[in-house]
């Protein structure tokens, strides 16, 4: 009996070890998919992520463009109003161009400030140079207003730009300088 109760218990001992190696071959298994889930789950997110991104974008391309359309019209406008001085049209015409001004505002559109300001390349297209008394680069005039749509550029502004001619005229005469021949 003491021969079996040893057999046996070797029996079980090996069935316990037998068990336990499944138990941890089981549980490495259990742990490997969860982390293959758990990348799955992370890519699936990231890729949702990344649609939602392109789907703004689209949506913003489109609003671009057709704001982009409409700034001839909105330039237009601003041209015509002028000549309007005495017509009795004036008033809709102004109502109108406020409208229009403050739909596309409403949409992130803003103009660009030039006339006084120094030039910059990122938000001016220099399409004159003026001889001034400014310092090199002032804007002198605007010749189309530029726009931004958010934070982009999406018309520079026209401008003309200083170039300084150096000394006024009236700086060279009577300084202490002896004109004497």
Known sequence: MIGEESGQDTDTQEEIAR????????????????????????????????????????????????????LPVLD???RAL????????????????????KLLESHGLR?????????DPNFHEAIAKGESNEEDGTILEEY?????????VIRPSKVKIAEHTGECKEESHGKGEDNRD
């Not at 138990?23 to 293959?36: G, Q, W």
């Not at 002028?82 to 001004?101: A, I, T, V």
């Not at 189309?144 to 982009?152: E, N, V």
């Open 19 to 70: 068990l336990q190696r499944e138990l941890d071959e089981a549980r490495k298994l259990s742990e490997e998919r969860l982390t293959r889930l758990q990348y799955l789950q992370a890519d699936f997110d990231n890729y949702r992520k990344s649609l939602e991104r392109e789907r703004e974008q689209v949506i913003q391309l489109a609003g671009e463009a057709l704001v982009r359309d409409l």
């Open 76 to 78: 237009d406008l601003e």
């Open 82 to 101: 002028p000549s309007l001085s005495q017509e009795k049209n004036r008033e809709g015409f102004e109502l109108l161009s406020r409208k229009l001004h």
């Open 111 to 119: 103009s660009i400030e030039s006339h006084g300001k120094r030039f």
């Open 144 to 152: 189309q207003r530029g726009y931004l749509l958010r934070s982009k």
